[in-house]
């Protein structure tokens, strides 16, 4: 059974840092392509940050400069260090694993930025 677990949420200043993490298992994780999404109230999910299985980065323009997207695949754990905060980050953040046609979420945790 494939699970994706994520941790690190909660309420954070603007200006303020986050780590999340999301630990995997039930896939064979260094094969795939991991990522997390964002979704707002009332707003569609949207991508954030990508990492693939030969460690290539790609991140939503709105988090560049700010958010790191790393893995591990001995700890089978995808990371998203997010600095520099903004109320606009404010979402449920969401883990997803995509390996050709297999495509998994995790149960999402809630990122909160307000003073």
């Known amino acids: 059974q494939v699970q994706l677990v994520e941790s690190g949420g909660g309420l954070v200043q603007p200006g303020g840092s986050l780590r999340l993490s999301c630990a995997a298992s039930?896939?064979?994780?260094?094969?795939?392509?991991m990522a997390w999404y964002r979704q707002a109230p009332g707003e569609q999910r949207d991508l954030v940050a990508t990492i693939t299985s030969g460690g290539i980065r790609n991140y939503a323009d709105s988090v560049k400069g700010r958010f790191t997207i790393s893995r591990d695949n001995a700890k089978n754990t995808v990371y998203l260090q997010m600095n520099s905060l903004k109320p606009e980050d404010t979402a449920v953040y969401y883990c997803?694993?995509?390996?050709?046609?297999?495509?998994?979420w995790g149960q999402g945790t809630q990122v909160t930025v307000s003073s």
């Open positions: 039930g896939i064979i994780f260094r094969l795939n392509t």
């Open positions: 997803n694993a995509r390996y050709f046609r297999d495509n998994y």
